[in-house]
C-alpha cells in the first residue's frame, strides 16, 4: 500500500537493498525528491567548448602534430565536464554521443565500403588501367583543369564526392604523380571538382537535404545554387589555368618519367576492355537511383572475378584486397607507392578519428551548448546582409565542431528559417547558404570525415590539399557579397515553397 509522497510499513521492505535512482535523494524512508532541473548553458560556457577546441587543434595538431584523436578527446572531455555542472548524468552524455554518432553511420558505411572499393579495383587492374590511359591523354599543363572538370561531371552524375574520391580521383593521383605535378595541388582540385558536382547533383544527399531543412525544394535550390556555384567554380578553374601554365616544367623529364611508369604498368597488368566494367556498373547504379552501397559492393564483386579471370590473381588474394588493399610488387617504388592502397582496412582510421569527433559534437548538441551559440548569433540578423552574414558563420561553425555536413546544414537550416520568413526571403537563399559554407567546407576539415577520408585516400594531408580546393572556400564569399549588396537574392513569393517556381 502506497500513499501519497511516503511510503508506509508494508511497503518499505520491497525497496530495501535498491540504490536511489540517480537525481533523487538518497533516503530509502525519506521523501523522493526530483532531480534538480538542467541548467540552460551561458554564453560563456558555451563559448568554452569553443575555445577549446580551436586551442587543442590549432596549437596541437597544426604546430605540435599531435594526434587528433587524443585532442578531440581532450575537447570532450571539457564540453562534458560542463554538461554534468548544468545537471546532465553521465548517461545523457553518453546518449547524445550515440545520437550523434548514428547521424553520422550513414557517411562511415560509405567510407568503409569505399575502401574495398579502392582494392578490388586495383588488384582487378581497373584504375592501373585508368592511370595508363590518363597518362597517354592529358596534357600536364592542362593536368588541374582536367582533373577538376572530370571530377566535377562523375560526381554530378554519381551524386557522390567520397565515390568520386576513391575512384577516379585515385586515378588521377596516380597521373600526377607520373607527371611530376605537385600532390596537394593535385587533391585540392579533384576535391573541388567532386563538391561541385556533389552540391549540385541531384542524386547526392546533402543536395536533397538542404531544401529539407530550409523548407525550399530541390528543383528551386540546385538552379539557385548556380549564382554561387558557377563562379567559384570558375574561379579556380582560372587559377588551375595559370599555375599548370606556368609552373609545370621540365617537360622531358616529366615525359621520361611517364614512359617509365607506364611501362612497369604494362608489364604488371594486362588490359582488357573489360576493366571498365566496374566504374561503369557504379555509374549505371548512380544514374539509375539504385542505394550507393550495394551497386559499390557489386562494382567491388565484379572487380575480384576480373582480377582472377584477367589478371590471374589467386582468389584468396583478390578477396583479402578488399579488406586489406592492394600491395604492389613492381620492383617500381614509385608504381609500387601508387598501387598499393586501398582495403577496408585502411579507413579505420577514418572511423575512429569520427568516433571522436562525434564524442565532442553530441556533447555539445546535448547539454544546449551548441543551440545558445547558435541563438546569440542569430540575434545579430537584422537585415539580409547580417542574416546571410549569420547563416555563413553560424554552418561553419557547426562542421568545425561536428565535422559532419550533415549537421552544418540541419541546424543553421532549421534555426534561421523562420529569420528567413520573417524577411519575406525565399527558402531557396538559405538552403543555398547552408550548402556554400557546410557542405564544402567540411572536406578542408582535417579531423571532419570527410577531410580523413579525402587525406588518406589521396595520401595528401587536408591542410596541404585546403588551399587548392578553391571552389570549396569561395563560394560562401559570393554568398555574403550577394547578400549585401542584393544580387541573386530571392524574395519569397509564396507561402509554400515545396513545389517549384518560388
Request: hydrophobic share 50%; charged share 15%; proline share 5%.
Amino acid at each position: 500500500m502506497r500513499h501519497k509522497g511516503n511510503d508506509t510499513i508494508e511497503s518499505r521492505p520491497k525497496n530495501r537493498g535498491r540504490q536511489p535512482s540517480l537525481g533523487l535523494s538518497a533516503g530509502s524512508d525519506g521523501p523522493r525528491v526530483p532531480a534538480p532541473p538542467r541548467k540552460k548553458p551561458s554564453f560563456l560556457q558555451s563559448l568554452t567548448p569553443l575555445l577549446t577546441i580551436a586551442l587543442l587543434l590549432g596549437i596541437g595538431y597544426g604546430v605540435l602534430r599531435l594526434r587528433a584523436e587524443v585532442l578531440l578527446i581532450a575537447a570532450a572531455a571539457v564540453s562534458g565536464f560542463i554538461a554534468l555542472r548544468l545537471g546532465y548524468t553521465y548517461k545523457d552524455i553518453q546518449d547524445g554521443i550515440l545520437e550523434s554518432m548514428m547521424k553520422g553511420m550513414p557517411a562511415m558505411l560509405i567510407v568503409i565500403v569505399v575502401g574495398a572499393l579502392i582494392g578490388s579495383w586495383m588488384v582487378s587492374g581497373t584504375i592501373p588501367l585508368l592511370i595508363f590511359y590518363g597518362l597517354e591523354i592529358i596534357s600536364p599543363q592542362f593536368f588541374l583543369v582536367t582533373a577538376c572538370i572530370v571530377s566535377s561531371i562523375v560526381s554530378l552524375v554519381t551524386g557522390t564526392s567520397y565515390g568520386t574520391v576513391g575512384t577516379i580521383g585515385v586515378a588521377f593521383i596516380g597521373v600526377a604523380q607520373g607527371l611530376d605535378i605537385p600532390l596537394d595541388q593535385a587533391a585540392g582540385a579533384i576535391v573541388a571538382g567532386a563538391y561541385f558536382g556533389d552540391k549540385l547533383s541531384p542524386f547526392s544527399d546533402t543536395t536533397n537535404l538542404a531544401p529539407i531543412a530550409a523548407q525550399s525544394n530541390i528543383f528551386d535550390h540546385i538552379k539557385h545554387t548556380l549564382w554561387t556555384t558557377t563562379p567559384a567554380w570558375l574561379l579556380g578553374l582560372a587559377v588551375y589555368y595559370v599555375v599548370g601554365i606556368n609552373t609545370v616544367s621540365g617537360t622531358e623529364l616529366d615525359m621520361e618519367k611517364t614512359e617509365v611508369v607506364k611501362a612497369a604498368l604494362r608489364e604488371n597488368y594486362h588490359f582488357h576492355v573489360l576493366l571498365t566494367l566496374p566504374p561503369l556498373i557504379t555509374l549505371y547504379a548512380a544514374i539509375r537511383k539504385k542505394p550507393v552501397i550495394p551497386g559499390m559492393l557489386l562494382s567491388a564483386a565484379v572487380a575480384v572475378i576480373l582480377a582472377v579471370l584477367i589478371q590471374g590473381a589467386d582468389l584468396k588474394t583478390s578477396i583479402d584486397s578488399m579488406v586489406t588493399g592492394n600491395h604492389s610488387a613492381t620492383g617500381m617504388e614509385t608504381v609500387d607507392q601508387l598501387l598499393t592502397r586501398g582495403g577496408m582496412r585502411d579507413m579505420m582510421h577514418v572511423t575512429l578519428l569520427a568516433f571522436c569527433a562525434f564524442a565532442f559534437g553530441g556533447i555539445i548538441q546535448k547539454a544546449g551548448m551548441l543551440s545558445v551559440l547558435l541563438e546569440h548569433l542569430s540575434r545579430f540578423a537584422s537585415s539580409a546582409g547580417k542574416l546571410i552574414l549569420s547563416t555563413v558563420i553560424s554552418s561553419m561553425s557547426v562542421a568545425m565542431l561536428t565535422g559532419s555536413s550533415f549537421l552544418s546544414i540541419l541546424i543553421p537550416g532549421e534555426l534561421f528559417a523562420p529569420a528567413f520568413r520573417k524577411m519575406k526571403l525565399a527558402a531557396k537563399n538559405l538552403s543555398r547558404t547552408t550548402e556554400d559554407s557546410g557542405t564544402v567546407i567540411v572536406p578542408l576539415i582535417p579531423w571532419s570525415i570527410a577531410g580523413v577520408f579525402m587525406a588518406g585516400t589521396l595520401g595528401v594531408e587536408t591542410l596541404a590539399y585546403a588551399k587548392w580546393a578553391i571552389m570549396c572556400y569561395s563560394g560562401f564569399i559570393f554568398a555574403i557579397i550577394y547578400g549585401f549588396t542584393g544580387f541573386a537574392i530571392a524574395p519569397r513569393i509564396s507561402e509554400d515553397e515545396s513545389e517549384p517556381g518560388n
